[in-house]
């Protein structure tokens, strides 16, 4: 996600005394045309969630499924990345690209009109395969059109803001078009422009394959992904059903998979996941707080979404124009990230970062009364304006980190701790926000509710309100109320933990990074 990344592919640039040539008016066509199927990528990890409510009434999913519609795009993307960027060196970037643009589009239409549950976690499962296909080709192919290192550096910032954008109007674009159409309608929204990337592609990309690039090995992709989704999926059985023995030897299974998967990479010419850049201290550091910070984001706002919508009533519209504020803070940190680069050191600019992030998550805490939509906007407002430069910073720590001859490597496992760290905030945060109010709820249903009505309230909020639809007053009213407040403290401590996560980084980054200049 730097220009530092690309040292790797640096070495077959003109001599030094010799100007790079400058990029005319079809790169800059050609980088507008990359930047739409990136901001599509992002957008799918949140534009979802205000669709959530219609979802649930129409396929009737359990909460397990539900979980699973939501966040196992995110872990297809994650667990395909590293293999996908290894596709490209062989095969061809652009190449990939529009492969990749084709199942994008056919999996869309396939998840539009899915009638069952499963049906649309099989589609969003083939949307992330193919999603993962986008961040590494599109990422080598600006490094191919741009040789000015000021350009270069200029077209990698509108690379990283259409990433950041994306995910930030996936709620506001859902929001849209679930006012007028059916849920199925925000998946369809990609069909137009993965049209126009097939059309464009071959006249404004160039090609690009590395010849003496090694072969995959198919099998250390597998294993990664068994790897991911088994740990996932046994934490989500734990956390809907309880701990039990079957979950249990799920999360087992699967670390057993990881352990087979990072000895294989110890033994191959060309593994898939370098383990030697792990042997440096401010690599990991920089990783883990790239991870844990699209982990509490993501996390925090698949309940966000569902807070505007069922606690506060408020339409998919309204709902997806109040996401504005932190959409438009999320856009302005990362704009504002190279400057700000420039005038701190990483470790002020990320502990301050993580620090007034904190406050921001605190400020959440705060739900539950009259003025629930400033607290939330003044929030999410606060978090996403501190939080949105650390990506950068530590992406550019991550990579130049590493030595100049894995710096390839590098790029890939930052971009995969990313999406994976979304996609796991979205899963146990969300399955722990479940927990929570499976717990609060337990005792605070009103009078005269029936044992199977309780039962299905019991399984999460949005069962709750579409279970007690057909109830009598007053015992509607007040158990949707009590269903809320359950809801709201649930809320509030997912926002506590974000908090306080925020501030773990933060003391991490002052004790591990303090040498770092």
Same mark, same amino acid.
């Given at each position: 996600m730097t220009t530092v990344g690309f040292e790797k592919l640096n070495k077959k640039l003109p001599n030094k005394s010799m100007p790079p040539p400058k990029a005319t008016r079809r790169e800059w066509i050609g980088l507008a045309i990359i930047a739409l199927p990136c901001l599509l990528y992002s957008m799918d990890l949140t534009v979802l969630n205000l669709a959530i409510p219609s979802i649930v009434a129409d396929l009737h999913p359990t909460s397990t499924q539900l979980l699973w519609i939501v966040d196992i795009y995110g872990f297809f993307v994650a667990g395909s990345l590293i293999t996908m960027g290894n596709l490209g060196d062989r095969f061809g970037r652009r190449k990939l690209l529009m492969i990749g643009a084709v199942v994008f589009g056919l999996a869309s239409i396939f998840a539009a009109f899915a009638n069952t549950p499963n049906m649309l976690i099989l589609a969003r499962a083939c949307l992330g395969i193919a999603g993962a296909t986008l961040a590494p080709s599109t990422l080598s192919l600006i490094r191919n059109m741009f040789h000015d290192e000021v350009e270069r550096t200029r077209a990698i910032s509108i690379w990283i803001v259409s990433f950041s954008l994306g995910g930030a109007i996936g709620p506001l674009v859902g929001g849209i078009l679930l006012e007028k159409f059916w849920w199925g309608s925000v998946f369809l929204v990609s069909l137009p422009v993965m049209v126009l990337l097939l059309l464009t592609a071959p006249k404004l990309l160039p090609e690009y394959r590395d010849e003496n690039a090694g072969q995959v090995d198919h099998w250390s992709a597998l294993l990664s992904l068994v790897a991911i989704l088994s740990i996932i999926y046994g934490l989500k059985q734990s956390a809907a059903y309880g701990t039990s023995l079957s979950a249990t030897l799920i999360v087992l299974f699967g670390l057993m998979v990881a352990t087979i998967f990072v000895r294989r990479q110890k033994i191959l010419t060309y593994p898939l996941m370098d383990l030697r850049l792990f042997q440096n201290s401010h690599f990991n550091v920089a990783l883990v707080i790239y991870t844990l910070s699209g982990f509490i984001l993501f996390g925090l706002f698949v309940h966000l979404a569902q807070y505007l919508q069922l606690v506060l009533h408020l339409t998919p519209l309204i709902a997806g124009l109040w996401t504005l504020p932190w959409m438009l803070g999320f856009v302005f940190g990362s704009m504002a990230a190279p400057n700000l680069a420039q005038r701190y050191s990483p470790i002020k600019l990320m502990t301050t970062g993580?620090?007034?992030?904190?406050?921001?998550?605190?400020?959440?805490?705060?739900?539950?009364?009259?003025?629930?939509?400033? !607290? #939330?906007?003044?929030?999410?407002?606060?978090?996403?304006?501190?939080? /949105?430069? $650390?990506?950068?910073?530590?992406?550019?720590? !991550? #990579?130049?980190?590493?030595?100049?001859?894995?710096?390839?490597?590098? /790029?890939? $496992?930052s971009e995969t701790c990313g999406e994976l760290g979304g996609a796991l905030g979205i899963a146990i945060l969300g399955s722990l926000g479940i927990m929570l109010y499976r717990y609060l709820i337990a005792d605070a249903f009103p009078e005269g509710m029936s044992t199977e009505v309780m039962e299905h309230a019991k399984l999460s909020f949005n069962d709750a309100v579409n279970a007690m639809q057909p109830l009598a007053e007053p015992i509607k009213s007040q158990a949707i109320t009590k269903a809320g407040e359950a809801f709201t403290r649930a809320m509030q401590c997912i926002a506590a933990i974000a908090a306080m996560c925020s501030l773990v980084m933060a003391a991490m980054t002052l004790k591990f990074l303090k040498h770092k200049k």
């Open positions: 993580l620090v007034i992030g904190a406050v921001g998550f605190a400020i959440l805490t705060q739900l539950g009364g009259a003025h629930d939509l400033a !607290i #939330i906007v003044i929030g999410s407002s606060i978090f996403s304006l501190a939080m /949105a430069p $650390i990506f950068t910073v530590a992406t550019e720590m !991550i #990579i130049g980190s590493a030595p100049p001859e894995r710096a390839g490597s590098a /790029a890939a $496992i």
